[in-house]
C-alpha cells in the first residue's frame, strides 16, 4: 500500500520561508518521479514542481521559480519543497504525488499516487 505523508506546513508572514516534507512508503522511492502540487479554496489543484527518479532533473511552473526549490533524499524516501519569499497567493493545501516514470510533466492526471497534503498559509 503506496502512502505518501506530507510535513511542514503551516502559517507565515509574507516573505518568510517554509520546507515542506513528504516521505514515502510502499512503493520503490528511488523508482519514482514525484512531486508538489497545490489546490487554493475553490481553485483547481495545479502543479508546482516536480524532480525525477535521480534528481537530475526539475521542472517548476512560473509563479514559483526562483522562489520555491524541490530536492529529494532517496536514501531517506523523503521529498522536499523549499517555499522562500512566500507570498498570499502561495496559500494553498500542499500534496506530494508520485509517478512512475518521467515525464516533465505537472499534470494531475499523470500521477496516481497521492498524499493527504499539509496547509500553508501566508498572512499579510
Known amino acids: 500500500q503506496v502512502q505518501l505523508v506530507e510535513s511542514g506546513g503551516g502559517s507565515v508572514q509574507v516573505g518568510g520561508s517554509l520546507r515542506l516534507s513528504c516521505v514515502a512508503s510502499g512503493l520503490p522511492y528511488s523508482d519514482y518521479s514525484m512531486g508538489w502540487f497545490r489546490q487554493a479554496p475553490g481553485k483547481e489543484r495545479e502543479g508546482v514542481a516536480t524532480i525525477d527518479q535521480w534528481a537530475l532533473n526539475t521542472y517548476y511552473t512560473d509563479s514559483v521559480k526562483g522562489r520555491f526549490t524541490i530536492s529529494r533524499d532517496n536514501a531517506k524516501n523523503t521529498l522536499y519543497l523549499q517555499m522562500n519569499t512566500l507570498k498570499p497567493d502561495d496559500t494553498a493545501m500542499y500534496y506530494c504525488?508520485?509517478?512512475?516514470?518521467?515525464?516533465?510533466?505537472?499534470?494531475?492526471?499523470?500521477?496516481?499516487?497521492w498524499g493527504q497534503g499539509t496547509q500553508v498559509t501566508v498572512s499579510s
Open positions: 504525488a508520485a509517478q512512475r516514470y518521467w515525464l516533465q510533466s505537472l499534470r494531475v492526471a499523470d500521477f496516481p499516487f
